[in-house]
């Protein structure tokens, strides 16, 4: 599975839209990109995928580039429960193992009031 | 939909001792099943994948013998880690996926385990 690079750390207030960056240069052209969120001692939550097409659904939107080497994740209006580290994952849909995660590093989002 | 719960949710065990997770599907038939295990400030490490009736396969480094996986059924998965030792403590957490779209998969809330 390619791999993703994610900026450690971000501030965003609270109200105000929160964008967060991922590269995945090296993505193939069957591999889906993939975010979920971790609130502390908690499990990860799912938030959104897509392949190619822009998406959008009730807990975020997610912007892919038309080369498809990077993406945005975006959170229209933060609160202080969007507090997590977001992760930015690319991988194949399918196959016998069901598309195993490798979870790099992420994003720990601060929403501040 | 698509709810995965793991029992215990925090564990204590003394050095030497073995350790069940249980790992269950709620609503939904789990085809494959992932066991992570997350240790403070760090992020997940996938340790091993399992299908429903076939033996788990193992991420590199991760010992198959000290980290037995059953998934005896499409709604359960048990971890046991055996022999346990203080550099076992962690969080450790399940995921379960379907067959069919895009395989998302769906997050337990997490074990913590602590060994003394």
């Known amino acids: ?113 | 939909g698509a709810v995965v719960s793991q029992h215990p949710s925090r564990v204590i065990c003394k050095s030497g001792t073995s350790v069940k997770i249980e790992c269950r599907s709620l609503d939904f038939q789990a085809t494959t099943m992932f066991w992570y295990r997350q240790f403070p400030k760090q992020s997940l490490m996938l340790m091993a994948t399992s299908n429903e009736g076939s033996k788990a396969t193992y991420e590199q480094g991760v010992e198959k013998d000290k980290f037995l996986i059953n998934h005896a059924s499409l709604t359960l998965s048990t971890l046991t880690v055996t022999s346990a030792h203080p550099e076992d403590s962690s969080f450790y957490i399940c995921s379960a996926s379907y067959s069919g779209g895009a395989n998302e998969q769906f997050f337990g809330p997490g074990t913590r385990l602590t060994v003394l």
Not at chain 1, 16 to 35: D, F, M, Q
Not at chain 1, 77 to 104: E, M, P, S, W
Request: proline share 5%; aromatic share 8%.
């Open chain 1, 1 to 113: 599975d390619a791999k993703t690079t994610q900026p450690p750390s971000m501030d965003c207030a609270e109200g105000r839209a929160a964008n967060l960056p991922c590269n995945h240069s090296t993505i193939s052209g069957n591999e889906y990109v993939y975010w979920y969120r971790q609130i502390h001692s908690q499990g990860p939550q799912y938030i959104i995928h897509g392949l190619k097409n822009n998406e959008t659904n009730e807990m975020a939107s997610l912007i892919i580039t038309e080369d498809r080497k990077s993406s945005t994740l975006i959170l229209p209006h933060a609160t202080l429960r969007d507090t997590a580290v977001y992760y930015c994952i690319v991988r194949v849909a399918g196959g016998n193992q069901g598309g195993k995660l490798i979870f790099g590093q992420g994003t720990e989002l601060s929403v501040k009031p």
